[in-house]
């Protein structure tokens, strides 16, 4: 069996990030090391380290039936807290939750007017990232 794995500072062994991997090969009681050159070279990635966290978050936040639900229902339009509640066949309360996570997240906006506060998806990145999700849900085949 072959793992790729990188050697840490502290002598402990973790998945390989860069682009380039060394073999660890168990045999018995001995390891080595060795370098890959077979693969192509790829470009550096323009994300950086707080980009991938972010959408570690993002992706955290979408991952929950019921705020999916509630952002599905926000890709047709902005909706105030009741008409959600309707909607999802909950109470205020929750929905007020799951709408602060939501927002913290920068996954919804809201607006006032008069007494109302009305959310809707901060952008269409977010609509698409809720409908694709749906979308491939959708797909027939294997799970």
Same mark, same amino acid.
């Given at each position: 069996?072959?793992?790729?794995?990188? +050697?840490?500072?502290?002598?402990?062994?973790?998945?390989?990030?860069?682009?380039?991997?060394? =073999?660890?090969? #168990?045999?018995?009681?001995?390891?080595?090391?060795?370098?890959?050159?077979?693969?192509?070279?790829?470009?550096?990635?323009?994300?950086?380290?707080?980009?991938?966290?972010?959408?570690?978050?993002?992706?955290?936040?979408?991952?929950?039936?019921?705020? /999916?639900?509630?952002?599905?229902?926000?890709?047709?339009?902005?909706?105030? &807290?009741?008409?959600?509640?309707?909607?999802?066949?909950?109470?205020?309360?929750? #929905?007020?939750?799951?709408?602060?996570?939501?927002? +913290?997240?920068? &996954?919804?906006?809201?607006?006032?007017?008069?007494?109302?506060? =009305? =959310?809707? /998806?901060?952008?269409?990145?977010?609509?698409? /990232? &809720?409908?694709?999700?749906?979308?491939?849900?959708?797909?027939?085949?294997?799970?």
């Amino acid at each position: 069996m072959i793992y790729f794995l990188e +050697q840490k500072s502290n002598g402990f062994f973790s998945p390989k990030t860069q682009k380039t991997f060394e =073999y660890l090969f #168990i045999c018995s009681d001995n390891i080595t090391m060795e370098s890959c050159s077979d693969h192509p070279k790829r470009e550096e990635t323009s994300f950086t380290v707080p980009s991938f966290e972010f959408a570690a978050e993002l992706f955290s936040a979408l991952g929950d039936p019921g705020r /999916l639900k509630l952002l599905e229902y926000m890709s047709r339009g902005e909706a105030c &807290v009741s008409e959600l509640a309707d909607y999802a066949g909950e109470g205020h309360s929750t #929905i007020s939750h799951r709408l602060k996570l939501l927002k +913290q997240c920068r &996954v919804v906006t809201k607006r006032r007017e008069g007494k109302h506060i =009305y =959310y809707s /998806l901060t952008d269409d990145h977010i609509r698409n /990232l &809720v409908l694709n999700g749906l979308h491939h849900a959708e797909e027939k085949g294997e799970r």
